[in-house]
């Protein structure tokens, strides 16, 4: 009967883990989920190891048995730290280092317990009959080396439990107390060893079955929800698959007080505005706290199947600075809108007033009046500041069209439309990146021009990509520019030549700026100036 008893739970071990694999699919996190099934594996394997320890007829069956479960056993204790590791949002499991590691302190121990009939210093075995006929092992100092190493490793992985448990503000006692079983066949383990109540084999698969069991079967919403909640100082709502509000954290009652008494009520009743915006397209929460607006990206993940969910947790990120951010681009943009309008209507309509007067009254004057050639060159200088003004105040505003634009295309194209003279061009790299394509042909057309008009007609252009990979270059042969006025290149109106406007690299400024981008100023590898645009959106 004792026998008959110890097949039929360790069996059952075997089956509960294995059958738990078919419920791995609810779990949202993929190494969360990996690190499960390496442990459903490894300590089904390891029952099942037992089973054929019990019922094998011979010795050398029974032994190699044996040497298969403390494998697998070696092996469960690496996917219960991958599994924790996972679970509790921490990075050792990813570690190269700690992987690497792993790795070779398993196969050091896993040669060591294979080459054991030729050193025995990890058991010795012989069989006995009572309570019936099994296996009994003498254990060497290796053995209780490694015994101690995977103990001390297997704490390690409770220890991160318990301290995400103790951290997350949901109700983790059930969590808590599977947890707490899976190290229960340890006593039983103990008595085994020190008593013949029990016969001296390992029990951990046992708890573990009754972990997987209950994770998968039972308290797999509350699984999901303690996961997703691990971001401690986010308020956090757990959903059942009706949308009814199962479980909530402190951040979250503080944030909204009526959730106190809200448990299993519907969000769309108690939080109107949350499953609003839930619903939106752009999921921003405003919500007055503590006296002060402030903003929330509302975040829905779902866990379960699609076909089944079990329910979702939302998160609120505080996105306050970013969201006050935007708002005063908005603001920005409606104040260059308007300027652009004044510039475009008010300031043009008297210029073109002006010049047609001006060719009213110019076939009167002598053409080569130096009074005809200074008002002819101002009022064209007007224009041209005019238009450049407007340019710069389009391009700063915040671009909200994107394309795919290829680097040797549009600097090709932007080439064309420039007078070049005898300037030559160098595309010496390509990439494709996201980008305005109208704004773009403005900064390229320009850093052209000021190539050209600073380094001279001959002047040699390189356009390329940049080392790093995360943007392009435009670099030139000409005399470059001074490290100390570099940043000064840049402000409108700066300019070292007398027909030149100053505000040319002001508007390459303000469209990599409305883009995203970062732009510097270097030495070229041929000692004249090289724009550096970083930060580029890439097409791979």
Request: with cysteine.
């Amino acid at each position: 009967m004792t026998f008959s008893l110890y097949v039929v739970v360790f069996t059952l071990a075997a089956l509960a883990c294995f059958g738990s694999l078919t419920r791995l699919q609810h779990i949202s996190d993929t190494d969360t989920r990996r690190g499960l099934l390496a442990l459903l594996l490894t300590s089904g394997g390891w029952a099942t190891a037992h089973v054929g320890l019990l019922v094998s007829p011979t010795r050398p069956l029974k032994l190699g048995w044996y040497v298969l479960g403390l494998i697998l056993g070696l092996a469960s204790v690496g996917a219960w730290l991958y599994f924790c590791s996972a679970y509790t949002n921490r990075m050792y499991h990813r570690n190269p280092t700690y992987r690497r590691l792993a790795v070779g302190v398993f196969v050091v121990i896993v040669a060591v317990k294979v080459t054991n009939p030729l050193h025995h210093a990890f058991f010795t075995a012989s069989t006995i009959a009572t309570p019936f006929s099994h296996l009994s092992v003498s254990t060497g100092p290796l053995h209780w080396a490694a015994m101690g190493l995977s103990y001390a490793l297997a704490f390690v992985g409770y220890f991160m439990l318990l301290e995400l448990f103790t951290a997350i503000d949901l109700d983790t006692r059930p969590l808590m107390l599977l947890v707490g079983i899976t190290g229960l066949p340890i006593v039983a383990g103990f008595i085994g060893y020190t008593t013949p109540l029990l016969i001296d084999i390992t029990y951990e698969p046992l708890g573990v079955a009754v972990f997987a069991v209950g994770v998968m079967f039972v308290y797999l919403d509350r699984f999901e929800a303690v996961h997703l909640a691990a971001e401690r100082d986010k308020p956090v709502i757990a959903l059942d698959a009706d949308g009814h509000i199962r479980d909530t954290n402190r951040a979250a009652r503080r944030l909204f007080p009526d959730l106190a008494t809200a448990r299993d009520a519907p969000l769309d009743s108690t939080l109107p505005s949350v499953a609003e915006c839930l619903n939106s397209k752009d999921p921003i929460l405003q919500k007055q706290h503590n006296g002060n607006t402030r903003y929330f990206r509302l975040t829905e993940t779902p866990y379960g199947t699609a076909k089944r969910g079990l329910g979702s947790t939302l998160t609120f990120t505080d996105v306050t600075e970013r969201e006050q951010y935007r708002q005063e681009l908005e603001r920005q943009n409606e104040r260059l809108d308007k300027f652009a309008s004044l510039v475009s209507h008010d300031m043009r309509n008297p210029l073109n007033v002006a010049q047609g007067r001006f060719e009213l009254i110019r076939e009167d004057l002598e053409a080569d009046d130096d009074n005809v050639a200074a008002i002819d060159r101002a009022l064209t200088r007007m224009e041209t500041l005019i238009n450049e003004i407007l340019t710069l105040a389009r391009d700063g505003q915040q671009v909200e069209q994107w394309d795919t634009v290829q680097l040797s295309t549009i600097v090709t194209d932007c080439w064309s439309t420039v007078e070049t003279n005898d300037a030559e061009i160098t595309v010496a790299s390509d990439l494709t990146f996201e980008a305005n394509p109208d704004r773009v042909k403005r900064l390229f057309e320009n850093l052209f021009r000021n190539a050209i008009d600073h380094g001279g007609s001959d002047v040699t252009v390189t356009v390329g990509v940049l080392d790093d990979k995360t943007g392009f270059y435009v670099a030139d042969d000409g005399p470059g520019i001074p490290e100390a006025k570099r940043n000064n290149v840049f402000e409108g109106g700066y300019t070292t030549s007398e027909t030149g406007t100053g505000f040319g690299l002001a508007i390459v400024a303000e469209i990599a700026a409305a883009h995203g981008w970062m732009i510097r100023i270097t030495e070229s590898t041929a000692g004249g100036a090289q724009f550096e645009i970083m930060d580029v959106d890439l097409v791979k």
